[in-house]
């Protein structure tokens, strides 16, 4: 079974600085894809970095980086220079191929907030 | 380009009460994926379907039932609403090509059940 643990349930950070989220998984799936998420308290969910099993190098998307760890089975994600709108849920998943569907799991969520 | 719609965007059913929740994305996804989401966590897979016609269950499918007659829409019956029921439900798709299959989140439905 795919498991995906995320232990922080709270985070603060000063506004400017660096932030790391953990994220670890579990599979036994070869091939996989690991993807963040942020839900700002509008709610909608928003798409913000993906790390395939085979890629590698580390993804980056702006300000996000991925710090993969395939050997340790973790996906955490790195937020550079934090700014006041990145307070929000984040949410680690990841997805696994089930007869060529694409299954996902999701983990608990982070709440970060981000301190003036 | 609306990207993917869900209506209604807040609901309360009474016990026993059935509705639908709607879904309809414009991007031409073949994959459509409904998730519960109940307070402090994170997302649930109650059905998906890979394309028109062909639906599977999701880790909660239980008192759920859905159809995919066209790739545009996904619709998720309730029936005999129950207040474990209540939570906000996402609907989702993703394009079948495509190096990393991100999902693009409709805006959510808020369902109480009293």
């Known amino acids: 079974a795919q498991k995906i643990t995320q232990t922080q349930p709270g985070m603060f950070v000063q506004e400017k600085e660096a932030v790391t989220l953990d994220c670890t998984y579990d599979?036994?799936?070869?091939?996989?894809?690991l993807f963040w998420y942020k839900q700002p308290s509008s709610g909608e969910m928003i798409f913000l970095i993906y790390q395939g099993s085979y890629d590698e190098q580390n993804a980056t998307e702006g300000r996000y980086s991925l710090n993969f760890q395939k050997a340790r089975k973790s996906a955490n994600l790195v937020i550079s220079a934090s700014q006041l709108g990145d307070s929000a849920m984040y949410f680690c998943?990841?997805?696994?191929?089930?007869?060529?569907?694409?299954?996902?799991?999701f983990g608990r969520g982070t709440s970060l907030i981000v301190h003036p | 380009n609306a990207g993917v719609t869900q209506t209604p965007k807040f609901r309360i059913l009474k016990i026993g009460q059935s509705m639908t929740l709607q879904c309809t994305q414009d991007m031409n996804h073949n994959y459509m994926y409904w998730y519960r989401q109940d307070p402090g966590m994170g997302l649930k897979l109650i059905y998906y379907?890979?394309?028109?016609?062909?639906?599977d269950k999701g880790e909660v499918p239980n008192g759920y039932n859905v159809s995919r007659s066209t790739t545009e829409d996904f619709p998720l019956r309730l029936e005999l609403a129950a207040p474990s029921q209540t939570s906000v439900y996402f609907c989702?798709?993703?394009?079948?090509?495509?190096?990393?299959?991100?999902?693009?989140f409709g805006p959510g439905t808020r369902l109480t059940v009293l």
């Open positions: 599979t036994s799936d070869q091939s996989y894809g």
């Open positions: 989702a798709s993703r394009e079948t090509s495509g190096r990393g299959g991100e999902q693009f």
């Open positions: 379907s890979v394309g028109a016609g062909i639906t």
């Open positions: 998943a990841m997805r696994r191929a089930s007869g060529g569907s694409y299954i996902p799991t």
